[in-house]
Nanobody, 125 residues
Framework: QVQLVESGGGLVQPGGSLRLSCTAS????????MGWYRQAPGKEREIVAA???????AYSDDVKDRFTASIDYVKNTAYLQMNSLKPDDTAVYLC???????????????????WGQGTSVTVAS
């Protein structure tokens, strides 16, 4: 059972940047995709980004050109670099890991095998 722990959240001003990390409790060599989701108060969970082992990536329209997802298989860690943050980006961000390999990487929450608990991001002045 792979356990995922997110970190890097916090309070940031509009226009600022944060880098979220998602560290696995064991090797992620069997993991073929990492996804990032977010859930704002009163809203449903939504996909933010997904990155596959083969380097293919997928982003929601809201974050395209501002966020970058990546995986470091040596460190067993996934990252979400978030730039030009907006108040609408305020949410709890969760990472997820999937064994399924597809192009583009999967974005359906139900297809992910493991989930972290989330890290809170607040964008406010």
């Amino acid at each position: 059972q792979v356990q995922l722990v997110e970190s890097g959240g916090g309070l940031v001003q509009p226009g600022g940047s944060l880098r979220l990390s998602c560290t696995a409790s064991e090797s992620i060599l069997s993991i073929n995709a990492m996804g990032w989701y977010r859930q704002a108060p009163g809203k449903e969970r939504e996909i933010v980004a997904a990155v596959g082992r083969n380097g293919h990536k997928a982003y929601s329209d809201d974050v395209k050109d501002r966020f970058t997802a990546s995986i470091d298989y040596v460190k067993n860690t996934a990252y979400l670099q978030m730039n030009s943050l907006k108040p609408d980006d305020t949410a709890v961000y969760l990472c997820a890991a999937a064994r399924t390999l597809s192009v583009p990487p999967i974005t359906t929450a139900g297809d992910y095998n493991y989930w972290g608990q989330g890290t809170s991001v607040t964008v406010a002045s």
